[in-house]
């Protein structure tokens, strides 16, 4: 679990206020990633604040630029960018610890938060809510244009989730159901065959008299 930066009591998960001294901490990009904000305020809003989110360049191997609330920390990534920074922050991991990622699951858990439909900071369309991969436990807010929207500490979740394997259990997930969804399509036209073979008498006695009328004709 995390600690505050301030007083180095632990984090409550999914927040970066701390219940013992008050300070709000950045965590999401605290010691991970050094950022510089380019932009104050862009013409993209925060779907909880309302407020116009800033722009920040985070130093992954040239530009990363994200969105992101300065009031709430939610963060808005380009689509295809969640992935590029888990892949910066966490590589060489070639196993899963299912009991980890449990515990993780757990532990950030809040019950107590409410079903929200939030609007795109672009569009300003309703975003459609998923499960972000496999047993990562981070239900996202998605625009199919725009991006991935996570609250504030959802990608330190993210990030603890890949750690202990869960995009490798995902990968490996898919891979098994792309395998048996062809293995389903090879056993259904496997199956279709007998049909076919039950006639092969009848397919060996019409290519006999085809045979046959050839060379009676042709001698």
């Not at 689509?79 to 910066?88: A, F, H, K, Q, T």
């Not at 938060?113 to 047993?135: D, E, G, L, N, T």
């Not at 394997?165 to 792309?178: K, M, N, P």
Request: glycine content about 6%; charged content about 25%; overall charge neutral.
């Amino acid at each position: 679990m995390a600690k505050c930066i301030s007083c180095a009591a632990p984090l409550p998960a999914n927040t970066n206020k701390c219940l013992y001294c008050g300070s709000h901490n950045d965590v999401d990009l605290e010691n991970r990633h050094s950022y510089t904000v380019i932009q104050k305020q862009s013409n993209q809003l925060c779907p909880h604040c309302d407020k116009q989110l800033q722009t920040i360049e985070l130093n992954i191997n040239g530009a990363f630029l994200i969105a992101r609330c300065e009031h709430c920390f939610g963060l808005f990534f380009d689509p295809g960018e969640i992935d590029i920074l888990l892949e910066s922050a966490v590589s060489n991991v070639f196993d899963t610890n299912r009991q980890h990622l449990d515990n993780i699951n757990k532990d950030r858990y809040q019950g107590n938060k409410k079903v929200k439909y939030i609007k795109c900071p672009v569009c300003r369309a309703f975003m459609s809510r998923r499960v972000f991969a496999y047993r990562s436990g981070v239900v996202v807010d998605h625009c199919k244009n725009h991006g991935i929207w996570l609250d504030s500490g959802e990608i330190t979740h993210l990030l603890e989730w890949k750690k202990a394997g869960g995009q490798l259990l995902h990968e490996r997930t898919i891979e098994a159901e792309t395998s048996s969804s062809h293995y389903k399509t090879a056993r259904d036209y496997t199956d279709t065959l007998p049909r076919y073979a039950d006639m092969s008498p009848v397919i060996d006695l019409f290519e006999a008299v085809v045979w046959f009328i050839g060379k009676y004709f042709t001698d």
